[in-house]
């Protein structure tokens, strides 16, 4: 028993082919395309993946539609970024999953390394974050217009092996409009989450990290002076500081991510109150 693998890009010629590298066992690869202009369809045929194209609208509509509206050929769908790298290890456990009938879980999630200039940026980048990469597309759903969210219609198990995420490979001006954009969406959830006056106060002691996470986030925005506290809690309190130069220049720029937001959100505010911007 194998798996499937589902990969989204747009203009990915920089990462894919290390991507597909590193999952050359795979028989049924496929590329959900957002109209790339560069060479990522050509390296993705190359590679003998299966192309298909969708306009991009969010992140959660583009995923549905890759989990939903194609067709796989293994029951259990791996889901790597095009900037993301798949070691044996994590080969190994996802195909002895797969491999088993009986298993009850409707998707898994695992940790990942972030690297940044050469470096895996372990403390900078509030390690470990579990993110979903294995699932069952019949029994998955995701939520939320930017930083998507999946619901599952069973448990949620845990891959102990990581994947490698070199989230700057396309360059920081690639990287900077990317959060640009996200940093939209934040500010829009931002303020809907503000509105709704409730903080999620039993999510604290969740003994799930993902919930004790999205409740920290909730709570920071409603903090003062939130990207200088992203900077303290990311550097002094996580020890980002242990990551050298680089953990120093990537909390600033998530430091900087969180004031796109915050300055949006004001933006938001005075729209509405029809005052010039």
Request: positive net charge.
């Amino acid at each position: 028993m194998s798996i499937s693998v589902l990969i989204m890009t747009l203009n990915e010629e920089e990462s894919l082919p290390a991507c597909l590298a590193s999952l050359t066992w795979c028989d049924d690869i496929v590329v959900l395309d957002s109209y790339s202009t560069d060479k990522t369809l050509e390296i993705a045929k190359a590679a003998g993946a299966r192309v298909y194209q969708h306009k991009y609208e969010t992140e959660t509509k583009q995923r549905m539609y890759g989990l939903k509206e194609i067709e796989f050929k293994h029951k259990w769908v791996y889901m790597p970024d095009a900037d993301e790298i798949t070691p044996e290890d994590l080969r190994d456990e996802m195909l002895a999953i797969a491999a088993d009938p009986d298993r009850p879980e409707a998707m898994f999630s695992a940790r990942y390394k972030n690297m940044f200039m050469g470096r895996w940026i372990k403390h900078s980048s509030l390690y470990p974050t579990w993110i979903t990469r294995l699932a069952r597309p019949e029994r998955i759903q995701y939520e939320r217009e930017c930083h998507s969210r999946p619901v599952g219609d069973g448990p949620t198990g845990r891959l102990q092996s990581h994947f490698v995420h070199y989230s700057f490979n396309k360059g920081m001006t690639a990287w900077f409009d990317k959060h640009n954009r996200y940093s939209g969406f934040e500010a829009r959830e931002s303020l809907q989450i503000l509105r709704s006056k409730k903080i999620p106060w039993t999510s604290f002691f969740s003994a799930t990290p993902e919930a004790r996470r999205r409740a920290l986030k909730e709570f920071s925005y409603r903090l003062p002076f939130r990207p200088a506290a992203r900077f303290a809690y990311m550097y002094f309190l996580r020890g980002g500081f242990l990551d050298g130069w680089q953990g120093y220049h990537y909390c600033r720029l998530i430091a900087s991510y969180e004031y796109m937001i915050v300055i949006k959100m004001r933006e938001l505010q005075r729209r509405e109150l029809g005052l010039s911007v």
